[in-house]
């Protein structure tokens, strides 16, 4: 296996794992109707609520989906990394 693919599957399996955790999170039961909610692991990306969400507050937060993508990427290129070591430690 080259290690371009342990890269790639190092990346898609860091966007599994974070799209599951997001999902949890996004899945969460509204408790108020006045009450602000941040939505997004490890970074917010989207906010909604606040006096029946008039208080113009809501939306995408482009800083925490930047923050996200970039610890994804990060996370995919560190598992990728590992398993090339782990690869070539067993392989030698």
């Known amino acids: 296996m080259t290690s371009t693919l342990r890269y790639g599957l190092g990346i898609s399996v860091a966007v599994c ?11 969460r039961h509204v408790t108020c109707h006045d009450c602000f909610f941040q939505y ?5 990306f989207f906010r909604e609520g ?5 208080a113009g507050i809501g939306g995408i937060a482009w800083s925490g989906v930047a923050g996200n993508v970039l610890v ?19 392989s030698s």
């Open 50 to 54: 606040g006096e029946g969400g008039y």
């Open 17 to 27: 794992v974070f799209g599951i955790a997001n999902y949890f999170n996004l899945s």
């Open 40 to 44: 997004g692991v490890p970074f917010t």
């Open 72 to 90: 994804v990427v990060a996370g995919g290129t560190v598992l990728g990394w590992i398993w090339n070591r782990v690869s070539k430690r067993i």
